[in-house]
Nanobody, 115 residues
Framework: QVQVVESGGGLVQAGGSLRLSCAPS????????MGWYRQAPGKERELVAS???????DYADSVKGRFTISRDNAKNTVYLQMNSLKPEDTAVYYC?????????WGQGTQVTVSS
């Protein structure tokens, strides 16, 4: 069973930066898109950013201009560069791979931004 695994979370002060990575444990065929989601305590999981196989990106309004999603096609790895972090960015961040036959979710990585 292939899994996708996030890394790069942690504790950072407001205004700081973090870079999240997500990679599969094996080969995933026919990936259509990848995305990053987050879920804060007491809130629903929300889309943060997504990127298609063609490189088209989309961002939540709350992170536009601060976060950048990118991918390494050779490694099937997706990244989320997060700059100018705010306390309200505190959440568990999940990566998601949309493939033709299946959807893969990571276990999540905690991002905590202190004020």
């Amino acid at each position: 069973q292939v899994q996708v695994v996030e890394s790069g979370g942690g504790l950072v002060q407001a205004g700081g930066s973090l870079r999240l990575s997500c990679a599969p444990s094996g080969t995933i065929f026919s990936i259509n898109a990848m995305g990053w989601y987050r879920q804060a305590p007491g809130k629903e999981r929300e889309l943060v950013a997504s990127i298609t196989v063609g490189g088209i990106t989309d961002y939540a309004d709350s992170v536009k201009g601060r976060f950048t999603i990118s991918r390494d096609n050779a490694k099937n790895t997706v990244y989320l560069q997060m700059n100018s972090l705010k306390p309200e960015d505190t959440a568990v961040y999940y990566c998601k791979y949309n493939a033709y036959w299946a959807v893969y979710w990571g276990q999540g990585t905690q991002v905590t931004v202190s004020s």
